[in-house]
């Protein structure tokens, strides 16, 4: 049966080139050129495995020939035909790995059929190898990726428990604490009232009970809104309003200085005031845990077309710019006593608000965290 395979010979004699073709045309597709030019130019359009090439040949010899070759298709196997005078090009050639194996002539025709056959025999098994080597590599890159992919649902699925966890904890010690911290609130509002004649050490001492309540108002929302979805309820708000009752229940320690521009124009908001507070209470509580000795903590807000902008700025430690998606992460903190919700539960409450969260931070220079809050109320999904 005829070979399909193709076959290309090259001898500048063509008595030889004919005795060639003839022998081998009837078990190969047998292409054939009688010098290396036009050799390479059949190589540009046909798909050839095996080469036989005389050496010596004028203009282009068989060696530079099978050089240029390479170029154009890498992987074909050649025979090299040489005179007995030309042994040691043929031995270079087969050492340099461009020449599978060379012939002399005159050649016998037996021998060079062995040698063609083997020859094919070869490309194929190295065409295997290859098929095989790209296949390995290919199910490696697979492997990699399905073992880090892997390696992100376990992490996923730790987080999910640490939360499930948080959640069951929280929800029930949070309902516990609610309760009374509000009655001391309360306590402490009637006391001030109370006492006419308070020092300034009784009013100081009236605000940090404030202070620490609203503190630890923050943590159990945190946590409980982490444990169950509390949809915001939406009432026509002040901003500023928030801002400034928050800011004057809020302790600042002596070293951190505070600065406030409030922009006057801004028309009454559709916010839930209680997350509100919470949004402001948790970051500027970091900002305050962001600065060691002094430092300045800027609250800003300003009508910016269709939103209304809401800044706070500190001149604190800042975050590497590598951890900064990490801080919307639940349970994410670089605090000793932190429990990392915080930033979470911002963002999901901006979020609930229509609203966006955009972090700018740089090491030891400050931090900024800008929220924007549509002008007009969203619809809420469910
Ligand atoms: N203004 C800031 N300056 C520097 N780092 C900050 C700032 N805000 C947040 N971070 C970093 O992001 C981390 C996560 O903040 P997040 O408020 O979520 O948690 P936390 O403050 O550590 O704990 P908590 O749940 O008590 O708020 C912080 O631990 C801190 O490393
Ligand atoms: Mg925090």
Redo the contacts with the bound molecule.
């Keep these: 049966m005829k070979n399909i395979q193709p076959l290309l010979i090259v001898d500048d004699e063509i008595r030889v080139l004919d005795v060639l073709i003839k022998t081998f045309e009837s078990d190969y597709v047998v292409l054939s050129a009688n010098n290396g030019f036009d050799a390479l130019e059949i190589l540009r359009h046909s798909p050839v495995k095996v080469i036989i090439t005389d050496e010596r040949m004028p203009k282009m010899s068989g060696m530079a020939f099978l050089k240029e070759a390479k170029l154009i298709i890498p992987h074909t196997v050649n025979i090299i035909l040489t005179a007995y005078t030309d042994l040691s090009v043929a031995i270079d050639a087969i050492n340099s790995g461009i020449v599978y194996r060379y012939l002399v002539k005159p050649w016998d025709t037996d021998e060079l059929r062995i040698t063609i056959r083997q020859a094919f025999e070869r490309f194929d098994l190295l065409n295997d190898n290859k098929n095989l080597t790209e296949e390995l590599l290919s199910k490696n890159r697979e492997l990699e990726r399905n073992i880090l992919e892997l390696k992100e649902t376990q992490d996923k699925l730790v987080r999910t428990e640490k939360l499930a966890v948080v959640g069951q904890l929280t929800a029930s010690i949070g309902h516990e604490l609610r309760n009374p911290l509000s009655r001391i609130k309360t306590a402490a509002a009637l006391m001030k009232n109370e006492i006419r004649e308070a020092t300034s050490e009784t009013d100081e001492l009236l605000k940090i009970v404030d202070n620490e309540v609203m503190i630890s108002t923050k ?1 159990i929302n ?1 946590l409980l809104d982490f444990s169950r979805e509390r949809k915001p309820s939406l009432k026509p708000c002040i901003l500023n309003e928030i801002i400034n009752g928050t800011l004057t229940r809020l302790r600042f320690p002596d070293y951190i200085h505070v600065e406030q521009e409030l922009d006057e124009t801004i028309p009454e908001l559709y916010l839930d005031d209680g997350q509100i507070q919470q949004i402001l209470v ?2 500027i ?3 305050i ?2 600065i060691d000795d002094s430092g300045k903590i800027y609250v800003k807000t300003m009508l910016n077309k269709e939103f209304v902008d809401l800044t ?1 700025k ?1 001149t ?4 590497p710019q590598s ?1 900064l998606e ?3 992460e639940p349970l ?4 000793p ?10 963002k999901m409450l901006v979020e609930r608000h229509g609203g966006t969260i955009q ?1 700018h ?1 740089r090491e030891n220079i ?2 900024t ?1 800008t929220i924007k809050f549509p002008l007009k109320p969203i619809i809420l999904e469910n």
């Design positions: 943590i945190d948790n970051l509580l970091n900002s845990q962001s706070i500190d604190g430690c800042g975050i951890d990490k801080m919307f994410y903190t670089t605090k006593k932190g429990i990392g919700l915080g930033m979470s539960i911002v972090v931070s400050g931090t965290v």
